[in-house]
């Protein structure tokens, strides 16, 4: 009895899912050796400048994205990269900037209007007294200036501290005790003068 032999599979076919893995040294290494090459030297580096913005625990999930953007860069894109420690931490901060964003649009929509609480106080003068003054502190928090209102409501209302602050907006605690002090002076300023 002659067996045929049968005829190899073209390799742009890819893998079924019960194909077995070629050897490690058949694999496409160009991406993944550049990849590689730059995370054994940049990680350590890159995680230690994270950390000095965020709390520990999340340094490695962003190390860990941004490595993901990166290989989702195109080879040309990559060939770019004239200077990989730099860009490395361009895109950790950009991400840390991203973050912090978008952690202040999910408070926002968490905003209740003063107009939507019900008045329960016994005193129905001293309750719209008090809506009022909501009001007129309300009106005071939109003309201070985006960072500074941001800064003031992430650390009055949501209970950040100024670490915590100046983490997620990629600012010094001085700046982020700076804006406090505005703000604070500002709205003192505003209640005094309807």
């Given at each position: 009895m002659h067996l045929k032999p049968v005829p190899d599979r073209p390799r742009t076919a890819g893998l079924a899912e019960a194909d077995p893995l070629p050897p490690a040294d058949a694999r496409p290494r160009a991406d993944g050796a550049f990849l590689e090459r730059l995370y054994r030297a940049h990680h350590d580096g890159l995680i230690r400048f994270i950390r000095r913005r965020v709390q520990a625990e999340r340094a490695h999930d962003v190390v860990q994205r941004v490595f993901c953007r990166l290989a989702g860069l195109s080879e040309q894109e990559r060939g770019r990269i004239a200077a990989p420690a730099a860009y490395l931490r361009r895109a950790a901060d950009n991400m840390l900037r991203d973050d912090a964003r978008q952690e202040v649009r999910r408070s926002a929509a968490l905003?209740?209007?003063d107009d939507e609480v019900?008045?329960?106080?016994?005193?129905?003068w001293a309750a719209l007294e008090a809506r009022d003054r909501l009001r007129h502190l309300e009106a005071a928090l939109l003309r201070l200036k985006p960072r500074t209102r941001e800064i003031f409501l992430a650390h009055r209302v949501d209970g950040y501290s100024y670490a915590e602050i100046a983490a997620r907006t990629g600012l010094s605690i001085k700046t982020v005790e700076m804006h406090m002090t505005r703000a604070i002076a500002f709205l003192a300023q505003s209640r005094m003068t309807p």
């Open positions: 905003h209740v209007g019900a008045l329960r106080a016994g005193d129905q």
